[in-house]
């Protein structure tokens, strides 16, 4: 998913953002979705740098 200041999510983090965005631990979502803390890492970086909601990702599907 490209986001507007020029970032990108691919299809396999954009599920790691919901669980960011209700607040979940790297080990929680780590746990979930069996995925590296290093990619949750990446998903908030992108998300804080960029601004993003729970309401700008889903109106950008």
Known sequence: ???P???DIDG????HTALVFEGRSYD????LVGC???????VKKT???N???AATMSDEQ
Request: no cysteine.
């Open 1 to 3: 998913m490209p986001i």
């Open 36 to 42: 590296l803390r290093r990619d949750i890492s990446l």
């Open 28 to 31: 929680e979502i780590a746990g």
């Open 12 to 15: 396999e983090l954009q599920g």
């Open 51 to 53: 601004g993003l909601t």
């Open 5 to 7: 200041n020029g970032g």
């Open 47 to 49: 998300v804080t740098a």
